[in-house]
């Protein structure tokens, strides 16, 4: 499964309090303490506890399964328990059937007294919770969960509010920490933090690389909109509104991949970046609508020219990164910092056993981590530094550049 093999996908999380220090037993032993039971589901409802990410139903939480330097590989596996509508509706009616054939003076009506009613439902229920609790009408899923020990942090496909929140609990429940989201607002935050320039961040506003589109451009109750500022209605719906700073890092990527053959020498290590298969544009000023765009370079499509021009801004990038000598392909959201269909590259030849391999992927994990976070520290201090003012203009002089190209003859 991701992590394991295949290609990953993960969001980022924190932690408020404190995670063990080390994948010791006592650390894996907590996570044995958080399983699913065969009778943890009785009812309709869900319940959710750890196994090592091997199956399901492996809950052998051992060095060799789960432990690793500096972290613990595991998986939340998420048990739901619905009986169907419609069998719900067929055992009611089939214990009101037979009370019909028995209760006296029920066959020529063929009307039910209000408690055979209520008893025909009881008996209805009470099957369902033993078929539930017998394992029918369970769905299982199973979600890999990175905890990075040393940056007291976790990697997790929870994208949604439900995966999160059973997440959340769990996390909480074992170790006595609280789980929280790290979209781009949130890890610009725990960034500029360390070098004290929170106050900067809080005094953020979206940046304009365009003119309004003519929809944005009026009044509304009287007043300009944000002063020619777009408003980025996903960033404020998504309650951290800083957020818009990941779209923009989309967008600094993309211009870095075009203006400067997509070399970009971070404060550690130099890369070098390509824009390719996916692009996903949305307008900031929510008005124009989006545009998806898929197939090799889809930033030199007319409808990725016509969407800058129009001010949308980039969502998604599919990126192909190189650095440390090593290659990396994904797709990133900005806004909610998310990777998704990230390839890590064939193990190597040194990788000769199924832990090696793992360990390999981890390492590789770790390193293209790493030089996502760098490239969107570079940003963070390229945006919030003097030069910025000189940047944004090149960046909107370069959307202005491609379009005057467009319309040039010849």
């Given at each position: 499964?991701?992590f394991?093999?295949?290609?990953?996908s993960?969001?980022?999380f924190?932690?408020a309090?404190?995670?063990?220090d080390?994948?010791g037993e006592?650390?894996l032993?907590l996570?044995a303490?958080h399983?699913?039971r065969?009778r943890?589901?009785?009812?309709?409802?869900?319940?959710?506890g750890?196994?090592?990410?091997?199956?399901v139903?492996?809950?052998?939480?051992?060095w060799?399964?789960?432990?690793?330097s500096?972290?613990?590989?595991c998986?939340?596996?998420?048990?739901?328990?619905?009986?169907?509508?419609?069998?719900?509706?067929?055992?009611?009616?089939?214990?009101?059937?037979e009370?019909?054939?028995?209760?006296?003076g029920?066959?020529?009506?063929?009307?039910?007294?209000?408690?055979?009613?209520?008893e025909?439902?009881?008996?209805?229920?009470r099957?369902?919770?033993?078929?539930?609790?017998?394992?029918?009408?369970?769905?299982i899923t199973?979600?890999?969960?990175l905890?990075?020990?040393?940056?007291?942090?976790?990697?997790?496909?929870?994208?949604g509010?439900?995966a999160?929140?059973e997440?959340?609990g769990l996390?909480?429940?074992?170790y006595?920490?609280?789980?929280?989201?790290?979209?781009?607002g949130g890890?610009?935050?725990?960034?500029?933090?360390?070098?004290?320039?929170t106050?900067?961040?809080?005094?953020?506003?979206?940046?304009?690389?365009?003119?309004?589109?003519?929809?944005a451009?009026?009044?509304?109750?009287?007043?300009?909109r944000?002063?020619?500022?777009?408003?980025?209605?996903?960033?404020?719906?998504?309650?951290?509104?800083?957020?818009f700073?990941?779209?923009?890092?989309?967008?600094?990527?993309?211009?870095?991949?075009?203006?400067n053959?997509?070399?970009?020498?971070?404060?550690?290590?130099?890369?070098?970046?390509?824009v390719?298969?996916v692009?996903?544009?949305?307008?900031?000023?929510?008005?124009g609508?989006?545009?998806?765009?898929r197939?090799e370079?889809?930033?030199?499509?007319p409808?990725?020219?016509?969407a800058?021009?129009?001010?949308?801004?980039?969502r998604?990038?599919?990126?192909?990164?190189?650095?440390h000598?090593?290659?990396?392909?994904?797709?990133l959201?900005?806004?909610?910092?998310?990777?998704t269909?990230?390839?890590?590259?064939?193990p190597s030849?040194?990788?000769?056993?199924?832990?090696?391999?793992?360990?390999e992927?981890?390492?590789?994990?770790a390193?293209?981590?790493?030089?996502?976070?760098?490239?969107?520290?570079h940003?963070?201090?390229?945006?919030?530094?003097?030069?910025w003012?000189?940047?944004r203009?090149?960046?909107?002089d370069?959307?202005?550049?491609?379009q005057?190209?467009?319309?040039v003859?010849?």
């Amino acid at each position: 499964m991701p992590f394991r093999q295949g290609s990953v996908s993960y969001s980022r999380f924190g932690i408020a309090g404190s995670l063990p220090d080390a994948a010791g037993e006592g650390a894996l032993e907590l996570l044995a303490q958080h399983v699913v039971r065969n009778r943890t589901v009785a009812e309709e409802g869900t319940a959710s506890g750890w196994c090592t990410g091997r199956h399901v139903f492996d809950t052998d939480f051992t060095w060799e399964h789960c432990g690793f330097s500096g972290a613990i590989l595991c998986a939340m596996r998420v048990d739901v328990a619905r009986v169907p509508a419609e069998i719900k509706r067929a055992y009611v009616a089939m214990a009101e059937d037979e009370r019909r054939s028995t209760e006296e003076g029920s066959a020529v009506a063929g009307v039910l007294s209000r408690s055979a009613r209520k008893e025909a439902r009881g008996e209805a229920e009470r099957r369902c919770k033993e078929e539930i609790a017998e394992g029918k009408y369970r769905r299982i899923t199973l979600m890999p969960v990175l905890f990075d020990l040393v940056r007291k942090s976790v990697l997790a496909p929870a994208s949604g509010d439900s995966a999160f929140k059973e997440l959340r609990g769990l996390v909480e429940a074992t170790y006595g920490c609280k789980l929280a989201r790290r979209t781009a607002g949130g890890l610009a935050a725990d960034l500029m933090g360390e070098r004290g320039m929170t106050s900067d961040l809080d005094d953020a506003l979206p940046d304009a690389f365009t003119e309004p589109p003519a929809q944005a451009a009026g009044e509304e109750g009287g007043a300009p909109r944000a002063k020619g500022r777009p408003e980025v209605p996903w960033a404020m719906a998504g309650g951290e509104p800083r957020d818009f700073l990941g779209n923009v890092f989309l967008l600094w990527l993309w211009w870095h991949a075009e203006e400067n053959g997509g070399s970009i020498d971070t404060k550690d290590v130099p890369v070098a970046l390509v824009v390719d298969k996916v692009v996903d544009l949305e307008c900031p000023w929510g008005t124009g609508g989006r545009v998806s765009l898929r197939g090799e370079l889809p930033t030199r499509a007319p409808e990725a020219i016509k969407a800058l021009q129009a001010g949308k801004w980039p969502r998604k990038l599919g990126l192909l990164v190189a650095a440390h000598g090593q290659e990396f392909e994904c797709v990133l959201q900005g806004d909610r910092f998310a990777v998704t269909g990230l390839k890590l590259g064939a193990p190597s030849e040194e990788a000769r056993t199924p832990r090696l391999e793992i360990e390999e992927r981890l390492d590789r994990l770790a390193t293209f981590d790493a030089v996502l976070v760098g490239l969107y520290d570079h940003f963070l201090r390229e945006r919030f530094g003097r030069g910025w003012n000189t940047r944004r203009q090149q960046i909107a002089d370069w959307i202005a550049a491609r379009q005057l190209a467009k319309s040039v003859p010849g």
